[in-house]
């Protein structure tokens, strides 16, 4: 079981649908991140928060849309998004500390497939 | 930008015997990161290596960091059924500290036979 827990597991839309996915967790983690993985291939960055600030944002597309409504919760809201999109989106948290990067925790992902 | 490379892509072994994944950064690493995740999973934290020449061991997984801290492998003794996954080695591309994000290597694939 992890700690970190996402919702929906699965979601299916359509190209003018919008959607968010959801990210919580209770650990009392501060910094709190985006992943788009494709099949077979190593996750990739999209957004960074610490301390519910966005702090990193590596050049995704203004379709994606992070929120971090408080310290537990990471939202990331969907619009107009294109096949290319699909795949498994994984949200992670981690301790902040300012003299070393700590360990992630990554949720189950939220599977995401654009008609 | 940094990148992280790691080989082999994929590795097929028998079971019992040994499998080494290896992951090279072009450029200084504050510290390295391993991960594995399982068919269907998410990946989930191995272990970190911080210092130079750092060896660190976890029952039957050896994991070691370079000298000059750009290289690492990891090194599974006798494979088990339990031990297929993708095995990802990740660094931060920024100085380290704080909050930042990992760059992941493509991961190496490791297939047993029984």
């Known amino acids: 079981d992890t700690e970190v827990t996402q919702t929906p597991k699965h979601l299916v839309m359509g190209m003018t649908n919008k959607k968010s996915l959801k990210c919580e967790q209770h650990?009392?983690?501060?910094?709190m991140y985006w992943y788009k993985q494709k099949a077979k291939k190593p996750p990739e960055l999209m957004f960074v928060y610490s301390y519910e600030k966005l702090s990193i944002n590596e050049s995704v597309p203004s379709r994606f849309s992070p929120e971090c409504p408080n310290s537990s919760l990471l939202n990331l809201h969907l619009h107009a998004l294109q096949p290319e999109d699909s795949a498994l989106y994984l949200c992670?948290?981690?301790?902040?500390?300012?003299?070393?990067?700590?360990?992630?925790?990554f949720g189950d992902g939220t599977r995401l497939s654009i008609l | 930008g940094q990148q992280v490379m790691q080989i082999p892509q994929y590795q097929h072994v028998q079971e019992g015997e040994d499998f080494t994944t290896y992951c090279n950064s072009s450029?200084?690493?504050?510290?390295i990161q391993w991960y594995k995740q399982r068919p269907g999973g998410h990946p989930v934290f191995l272990i970190q290596l911080v210092k130079s020449g750092e060896v660190k061991k976890q029952k039957r997984l050896t994991f070691q960091f370079g000298e000059a801290k750009k290289n690492s492998s990891l090194h599974i003794t006798a494979t088990q059924t339990t031990d297929v996954g993708t095995y990802f080695c990740a660094g931060t591309p920024y100085s380290g500290g704080g909050a930042d994000g990992l760059t992941f290597g493509k991961g190496t694939h490791l297939i047993i036979q029984p």
């Open positions: 992670a948290s981690s301790l902040y500390r300012t003299t070393l990067d700590q360990p992630q925790h």
């Open positions: 450029t200084t690493l504050s510290n």
């Open positions: 650990m009392g983690h501060r910094a």
